[in-house]
């Protein structure tokens, strides 16, 4: 058994044979995690970024949905791609089309708590069929070698059914080379605090590269959650949605012990826009506006006024209308007070 890392340091970590400087990562999320918004927290500090999920059938894959999540030009390496669904060998072609087509691992999703996932026994619903899951892994890790493959779950599907110890043994045993696990079940939704004693128990039992997830919304948080549970490195997500510049300031902290000062209004400003330039060029202007809606309402999360410039910015539709409200409201409003870290 290897023993357990140090507690709460900002270090480097390895996946199969890819070592990364630091030991933060952003989680995948559907219709956030785009290239634009992976390359954009990797610059500020995340060391590695999966991909939003792609579903294992690729007779969808010719739709532009898909034609965009599975674009990695110009994507600093090495990309990360999720994959779903419940067939072993659709997802093992999926994960050779994927590594053919670009990606350097394989994520698999049995984790995602969505109605429209679990309905048709993917995502967190694949944990209630422990042989299910271990042929699923089995066929990826097969298919994908020598790429590795890696485990995104949370705890069980409900509060009377934990089982992620389990999981991870199967993992484990199946050539997976990291699994991250978000402390909540699928029962729990988003309702409940994360709890990561699961992860502590898993850290003891099972020798596997592990990493964090839910609740770690400030460097504190993450120092706590890195000294509680052993783990090898954490995984952001929500925290991270109109807040990216959050993997920079807990590197700071887990570095130094200090706090990174809150942002300048116009450094959240330029960084905004960068970000809106970013969609326009990704999905065109069209889209790249709609898209762009989502991100402005985070930014401007918290700030005077936000509630009435997000009625206004929804009704921009071009490019140059949305970007100039948004350059009037960051110039109008100082930093939000809980964008400190």
Same mark, same amino acid.
């Given at each position: 058994?290897? &023993? ?11 996946? =199969?044979?890819? #070592? ?31 991909? %939003?999920?792609?579903?294992? $059938? *690729? ?11 599975? $674009?990695?030009?110009? %994507? ?23 590594? =053919? ?83 909540? /079940?699928?029962?729990?939704?988003? $309702? ?5 004693? /699961? ?20 460097? +504190?948080?993450?120092? #706590?959650?890195? @000294? ?14 109109? #807040? ?14 200090? $706090?990174? &000062?809150?942002?300048?209004? @116009? ?9 809106? @330039? ?6 065109? *202007? ?35 209308? +949305?970007?100039?409200?948004?350059? *009037? ?8 007070? @809980? +964008?400190?870290?």
């Amino acid at each position: 058994m290897t &023993p357990a890392p140090p507690a709460g340091a900002l270090r480097p970590f390895s996946i =199969g044979p890819y #070592r990364f400087p630091t030991n933060l990562i952003l989680a995948p999320m559907a219709g956030i995690s785009d290239r634009p918004y992976r390359a954009l927290c990797r610059r500020l500090g995340a060391a590695l970024a999966v991909s %939003e999920m792609v579903s294992c $059938d *690729t007779t969808l894959w010719g739709s532009m949905k898909s034609l965009r999540r599975l $674009d990695f030009a110009g %994507e600093q390496g090495p990309v990360s791609v999720q994959i779903v669904g419940t067939d072993p060998l659709a997802m093992a072609e999926a994960a050779r089309m994927n590594l =053919g087509a670009g990606a350097q691992l394989i994520d698999i999703n049995m984790g995602c708590p969505a109605k429209k996932v679990c309905r048709v026994a993917a995502g967190s619903a694949l944990l209630r069929d422990e042989l299910l899951v271990g042929r699923i892994l089995a066929a990826v890790v097969h298919a994908a070698a020598p790429a590795p493959v890696t485990l995104k779950i949370r705890t069980g599907w409900s509060p009377g059914e934990r089982n992620a110890l389990a999981i991870a043994r199967i993992a484990r045993e199946s050539g997976v080379a990291a699994l991250a696990v978000h402390g909540r /079940t699928r029962g729990c939704g988003y $309702d409940t605090p994360a709890e990561h004693e /699961t992860l502590r128990a898993i850290r003891l039992q099972v020798d596997i590269t592990l990493i964090a997830n839910g609740d770690i919304d400030s460097p +504190q948080a993450a120092r #706590r959650v890195l @000294d509680s549970t052993g783990c090898d490195a954490i995984m952001i997500g929500r925290a991270a949605q109109g #807040r990216p510049w959050i993997f920079r300031d807990i590197a700071t902290y887990l570095a130094t012990g200090a $706090d990174t &000062p809150a942002p300048a209004r @116009d450094w959240i400003r330029d960084l905004v826009l960068e970000h809106l @330039d970013a969609l326009y060029r990704f999905y065109g *202007t069209r889209a790249g506006v709609r898209i762009a809606r989502k991100h402005i309402a985070w930014y401007c999360r918290g700030l005077p006024g936000a509630a009435a410039f997000r009625i206004a910015v929804n009704r921009a539709d071009s490019t140059l209308d +949305q970007q100039q409200q948004v350059r *009037t409201f960051f110039n109008k409003h100082p930093a939000r007070e @809980d +964008q400190a870290a």
